[in-house]
């Protein structure tokens, strides 16, 4: 079955760095594009960055631009998500996501937390 297990959160200062990973199975991941979302207290889900198939291409909410980078390996099976300049707003759950034939698929989340 498809499994998206996200790895890689944590508290960080303002300003600090973290990467996130998203291991996946269950499909052929160098295949689907891949993309990570976020929902932080009191908000709704947002999509954060996408990355194509090969990854190419990807694409960011202007919220992130410039200061995160997803990215993937797919002899890895995995998703990263690079974030750097973190602020205060970027506390949220992150979720790995990705739509196959059979619907769409969510990880369990890791929650970032970025507090002085």
């Known amino acids: 079955q498809v499994q998206l297990v996200e790895s890689g959160g944590g508290l960080v200062q303002p300003g600090g760095s973290l990467r996130l990973s998203c291991a996946a199975s269950?499909?052929?991941?160098?295949?689907?594009?891949m993309s990570w979302y976020r929902q932080g207290p009191g908000k709704e889900r947002e999509l954060v960055a996408s990355?194509?198939?090969?990854?190419?291409?990807?694409t960011y909410s202007d919220s992130v631009k410039g200061r995160f980078t997803i990215s993937r390996d797919n002899a890895k099976n995995t998703v990263y998500l690079q974030m750097n300049s973190l602020k205060l707003d970027d506390t949220a759950m992150y979720y790995c996501?990705?739509?196959?034939?059979?619907?769409?698929?969510w990880g369990q989340g890791t929650q970032v937390t970025v507090s002085s």
């Open positions: 996501n990705t739509m196959l034939w059979t619907g769409r698929y």
């Open positions: 990355i194509t198939r090969a990854g190419e291409s990807t």
């Open positions: 269950g499909f052929t991941f160098s295949g689907w594009p």
